[in-house]
Each structure stands twice: as C-alpha cells, then as structure tokens.
Nanobody, 124 residues
Framework: QVQLVESGGGLVQAGGSLRLSCAAS????????MGWFRQAPGKEREFVVA????????HYRDSVKGRFTISRDNAKNTMYLQMNGLKPEDTAVYYC?????????????????WGQGTQVTVSS
C-alpha cells in the first residue's frame, strides 16, 4: 500500500513557475514508476509526465515539453514536478500516481495509487 500526498499548487501569473511535490509513504517507493496527471473542469483526466522507478526514463506530454521537468528522490520518497513558463491552459488539479512497475505509462488505468490532487491556477 502506498499513500501519496501532493503539495505546491497555487495561483500564478502566466509565464510564472511552480514546483509540485508528491510525498509517498512506505519503504518500496523506489519500486514504483510514477506519473503526474491533471484534470481541468469539465474535462477528462489527462497524462502530463511520467518517470520510471530508477528515474532514468521519462515521458512528457508534447504540450509541456521544454517547460516541465519531472524528477524523483527515492531516498526521500518524493517526486517533483518543476513547471516553468506556465500558461492558462495548464490550469487544472494535478494528481500524482504510482504504478507497481519499473516502466511508466501514459494511461490512468495503469496506475495503482493516486493522491488527492493539488490545484494549479494560471491567470492570463
């Protein structure tokens, strides 16, 4: 069992930056691939970025490439999402997710555990 808690969301102007964190409970964090997803009002949850359990493989949504950076610190059981150059269309609730696999996935159904989400609002 893994419990995930996101933090770091907030209100920022377009072009600004935020850093999200996802803290995981348990001693097997390093054996989970991790991902960030987001859900805007009235829309389905969508993939943003994912990372393998070792951190050596990442996969980004095209619209965030070059602006967002995912990382993880297995010693601290924490995953991060550095978001730069934020745009109003990035506004959403951001969720972290864990998958019992080395390999990450872009599909929500492939993840076993989810956090409660953190709100990111980008004003124009």
């Amino acid at each position: 069992q893994v419990q995930l808690v996101e933090s770091g969301g907030g209100l920022v102007q377009a072009g600004g930056s935020l850093r999200l964190s996802c803290a995981a409970s348990g001693r097997t964090f390093s054996r989970y691939a991790m991902g960030w997803f987001r859900q805007a009002p009235g829309k389905e949850r969508e993939f943003v970025v994912a990372i393998s359990w070792s951190g050596d493989s990442t996969h980004y949504r095209d619209s965030v490439k070059g602006r967002f950076t995912i990382s993880r610190d297995n010693a601290k059981n924490t995953m991060y999402l550095q978001m730069n150059g934020l745009k109003p269309e990035d506004t959403a609730v951001y969720y972290c997710a864990a998958r019992r696999s080395y390999y990450s996935s872009t599909q929500t159904a492939d993840y076993d555990y989810w956090g409660q989400g953190t709100q990111v609002t980008v004003s124009s």
